[in-house]
């Protein structure tokens, strides 16, 4: 049997370093870093970057049929992310052209589209479906997916380390596809061949 | 047995009390859904009955959603790319029912302890990585014995907890319990520990008592790179580990791995302490995947090393040994995805391990064979069923001329056969689901059990799950209490004699009927909450009974005579403070009481006073600027009368912070304001002398790519 002092005084003083040491750590960590990161939701995270791919990849002229024609995204029906999408179509244009979200039950009926973003829940046949059905066309195809392993995906979205959204490019399936990523794309993504 | 029965009825009123209240929300809810059943819009989230739709829940907050949407829009993409994101209720998990599944759709108790945690608590040892996960008890008997349970019976061969690493069951199946100093992976290619409190037999194999662990590794096409890592230390003296992964021509992902450790010795006070460990291991897993839909995995590992000890004999006084271990396994599952909703897996493994303690020898070779196969039936119900095969073979050899401990046979094989079916019903989509099946087993040892379970699930809406269930769930006899002869040396409890344990064949199994009720909420972003509590009823409870022969020495044999009354709450949360600053902790308060009748001996079937009453953890994890962490994590653990162990706060924590593109180093400080501390007794049958957990600081850097 140790000595009473032990169970007694000991913890107490212990909690109390501690204490001091949570409110010292909280106080001063909490200033500087909140101008560097922010916090916001997955899919508001998700949907502002399927907007900034419009921007910053380079589809070959042959992918529209004329200057006023607008850039197709196409996602499954009942995507969470349509809602938002939609927002981003009704208030944006990027590289001059209107933006247009189309809604398909499955993805064998995908097509004509510029982008085709398939979310988490799409079954992994489904995926490789997606797959081959869009590396025919100039389509640009985005992955939620982080379990299946993805074979010639252009981009594929990741959860970093440090809680942020980061991106796989795969610049032999974008080249396969007639793609190209503005450099400012390429540079804040982890880049990956076939 | 009174306040037993008393204490039935009071569980019984509570389920009751649970299923009236929810009772009148079945016509609320059916009411508010029976638009959208009608308006074919709505009705999209059938589809993917994993995924919360929060937009449209939170339609009250679509004002906030929208700007936060804009801000996000004009941001350039390096800013995008800083931009954390919250977390959510919709943690995958599959423990619970053999299948894909959420925290937020699980009827059960469970936690996950992600990758991320993992990493940011720079843990080196899976028994500490537990430590994270709630109301489990993790001591530290010494530098490599540890006391790992789940709401019951603790000690180094508590035997009540089920361990699986990549779906390979790791108990030792001598006592049945796990011996943790051998069970190791290279940590930052796990994926994620499912921690299930409470049985979950139902689906898993006979040990699935009082919880399950599951311990998955990444597939190997999710660890493409190299990465390595090199660290020294105090305690943790030296560590190496590395691997690589790639992808052949052919398309196999692979990946080679291996580590090394080398731990110091504990504090033992007023005497030497003699329980450093070095283990090096070796291991390797490659996947497959056809077009067709078939996965291929196979895997294996080798391990290498030395456990030092030191017990106390009373013959022959404190003595220092060495435990050499070592082992390996082999593990090949063919998956092969029939459709959306209809999928079928294989699995075959060969576990094989040596330690000798004691001058007592073991060797096992364990086999299984497991199938499993789940479906859609019509469409409310989702069925998973599934049948194993498990032979071990064992070796237990003593030399000494007074064996300390012996097994009479000395080989033996035992088989086990099980089978299980569960159904999942969907009573009111995305409302009311309520699961039913049993696992029915057979082994060597005792006959055929049936261990059902029922569990109800109610999703008031897409953030909150409320949950209760009644499971029944057995641990079968090992190999030591069915035909093991123990010669205890100890001086406790009747004087200074060997004394002789007999096993005695059939018992059939220890029995526990648990009733468990949860809730658990993500009110919003920032913040997530999780509450169970439950009352474990067991019989048949295995207990040492003393018999004194007339013109003999006395003997020790088990009797199943003992009985027990677990009960308990745990509280756990999330809260993202500030974007930089997150908080995590959890409380638990458990109790177990023992009925050991005469003539038993006292404490053999469990020490009420060997569980912590109250445990308390908080993690505060902090994302400095440039990619610097700093974590800290705060544990209170409740005195022990049984163990005559205090109660002790200890303070972990990481700091790191990123060298170059490539490469991390952390600092990292164990046991921080506390100079040493036990976190639990001896164990008067082995004799092994608990050590103290001294404070610590190791640093070590990460390089990957």
Redesign the interface.
């Known amino acids: 049997m140790k000595p009473d002092p032990a169970r007694t005084i000991v913890p107490r003083r212990r909690t109390g370093v501690v204490m001091t040491l949570l409110i010292l750590t909280g106080i001063l960590v909490d200033q500087p870093a909140d101008a560097q990161t922010s916090l916001a939701s997955e899919r508001n995270v998700k949907v502002a970057y399927l907007y900034n791919f419009l921007r910053y990849v380079r589809w070959p002229e042959t992918a529209y049929a004329d200057e006023s024609s607008p850039t197709v995204i196409g996602i499954l029906t009942g995507d969470p992310h349509s809602r938002l999408l939609n927002q981003v179509a009704a208030k944006k244009q990027a590289r001059g052209r209107r933006i247009v979200v189309r809604e398909f039950d499955s993805v064998r009926e995908i097509q004509a589209c510029h982008l085709v973003f398939l979310h988490a829940g799409t079954a992994p046949a489904d995926e490789a479906e997606a797959i081959a059905r869009t590396e025919r066309q100039n389509t640009l195809l985005i992955c939620e997916s982080v379990v299946a392993a993805q074979r010639g995906v252009p981009i594929r979205f990741f959860a970093d380390h440090d809680g942020t959204i980061g991106l796989k490019i795969n610049v032999d399936a974008m080249t396969r596809r007639g793609l190209q990523a503005d450099a400012k794309l390429l540079n804040i993504a982890s880049i990956e061949r076939d | 047995m009174d306040r037993r029965s008393a204490r039935i009825h009071l569980v019984a009123a509570m389920l009751a009390a649970v299923l009236l209240t929810a009772g009148p929300a079945v016509g609320q809810t059916a009411e508010s859904l029976a638009p959208a059943d009608q308006a074919p819009p709505s009705g999209?989230?059938l589809?993917?009955p994993?995924?919360f739709?929060?937009?449209?829940a939170e339609g009250a907050d679509d004002e906030g959603?929208?700007s936060?949407?804009d801000s996000?829009?004009d941001?350039d993409?390096?800013?995008?790319?800083?931009?954390?994101?919250?977390?959510?209720l919709e943690v995958e998990v599959s423990s619970v029912s053999r299948q894909k599944s959420t925290i937020g759709r699980s009827p059960a108790a469970v936690f996950v302890i992600t990758d991320?945690m993992i990493?940011r608590s720079g843990y080196q040892s899976i028994p500490e990585v537990l430590r994270l996960a709630p109301g489990l008890q993790v001591a530290r008997i010494d530098g490599n014995k540890w006391s790992v349970s789940s709401r019951g019976e603790s000690g180094r061969f508590s035997d009540k907890l089920l361990v699986q690493i990549d779906g390979r069951t790791v108990y030792n199946p001598l006592f049945a319990g796990v011996l943790w100093d051998v069970q190791d992976v290279l940590l930052e290619d796990v994926l994620r520990i499912e921690v299930i409190r409470g049985p979950g037999a139902t689906v898993w194999g006979a040990n699935a008592v009082n919880g399950v662990i599951n311990i998955l590794t990444k597939?190997s096409?999710?660890t493409h790179g190299s990465y390595a890592i090199a660290g020294a230390g105090t305690l943790e003296q030296g560590f190496v580990g590395g691997r690589l992964g790639g992808r052949t021509e052919r398309?196999v992902?692979y990946r080679v791995w291996g580590k090394w450790f080398q731990r110091d010795e504990m504090d033992l006070v007023g005497g030497s302490p003699y329980d450093a460990t070095n283990q090096a291991r070796l291991g390797f897993r490659t996947?497959w995947?056809s077009?067709a839909?078939d996965k291929l995995t196979f895997q294996g590992q080798y391990y290498n090393g030395e456990s030092d000890s030191l017990a106390d004999k009373d013959l022959a006084g404190r003595i220092e040994f060495d435990q050499p271990v070592s082992g390996g396994n082999l593990l090949t599952r063919w998956t092969r995805?029939h459709?959306?909703d209809h999928e079928s897996s294989l699995q075959l493994y060969y576990d094989r391990f040596d330690r000798k303690a004691y001058g007592f020898g073991q060797q096992t070779n364990i086999f299984d064979l497991d199938f499993q196969s789940r479906f859609r039936y019509r469409c409310d119900h989702r069925i998973i069923w599934g049948a194993g095969y498990r032979a071990i073979f064992d070796k237990l050899t003593n030399n000494d001329p007074l064996p300390y401990i012996a097994a009479d046979p000395k080989r033996r094989t035992v088989q086990r056969f099980s089978a299980f079916i569960q159904d999942e019903m969907t009573l009111l989509e995305d409302a009311w689901y309520f699961t039913l099946g049993s696992k029915f087993s057979h082994n060597t040892y005792s006959n055929f059990e049936l261990q059902p379970s029922a569990r109800l699930l109610w999703l008031p809406n897409e953030s909150a799950a409320a949950w209760c269930a009644v499971s029944r769930a057995v641990r079968t006899p090992s190999r030591l209490s069915a035909d093991g002869r123990l010669i205890v040396n100890q001086p406790v409890p009747l004087g200074n004699f060997p004394l002789e344990l007999r096993g005695v064949g059939d018992l059939g199994a220890e029995n526990l009927v648990s009733y468990e009720v949860g809730y658990r909420q993500q009110t919003n972003?920032?913040f997530a909450w999780d509450a169970t509590a439950y009352f474990h009823d067991y019989d048949k409870l295995q207990v040492l009974r003393l018999n004194f022969p007339p013109a003999a020495l006395p003997f020790l044999d088990i009797s199943d005579a003992a009985a027990a009354d677990g009960y308990g709450f745990e509280i756990s949360a999330t809260a993202?403070l500030?974007?930089?600053?997150s908080m995590r902790g959890w409380y638990a308060f458990q109790r177990i009481e023992f009925d050991e009748p005469p003539p038993s001996v006292a404490g053999s079937a469990g020490k009420s006073g060997a569980l912590p009453r109250n445990q308390v953890s908080?993690t505060?994890s902090?994302?400095?600027?440039?990619?610097r962490?700093?974590d800290?994590i705060?544990r209170?653990v409740d005195?022990l009368p049984a163990e005559?162990t205090?109660?002790?706060?200890a303070?972990d924590t990481r700091f790191a912070w990123n060298v170059g593109r490539n490469l991390t180093a952390s600092v990292v400080g164990r046991n921080l304001?506390?100079r040493r501390h036990p976190e639990f007794g001896p164990n008067y049958f082995t004799g092994d002398v608990p050590t103290e957990v001294p404070r610590s600081v190791h640093a070590y850097v990460e390089w990957r790519r």
């Open positions: 999209q989230r589809e993917h994993d995924t739709d929060e937009d449209t959603l929208d936060e949407l996000l829009l941001q993409l390096g800013s995008l790319r800083r931009t954390s994101v919250a977390p959510a991320e990493r597939s096409s999710q398309g992902d996947d995947e077009p839909d995805t459709s959306a972003e920032f993202q500030t974007a930089c600053w908080l505060h902090f994302d400095l600027s440039r990619g962490q700093l800290v705060t209170y005195n005559s205090p109660s002790y706060v303070v304001f506390d």
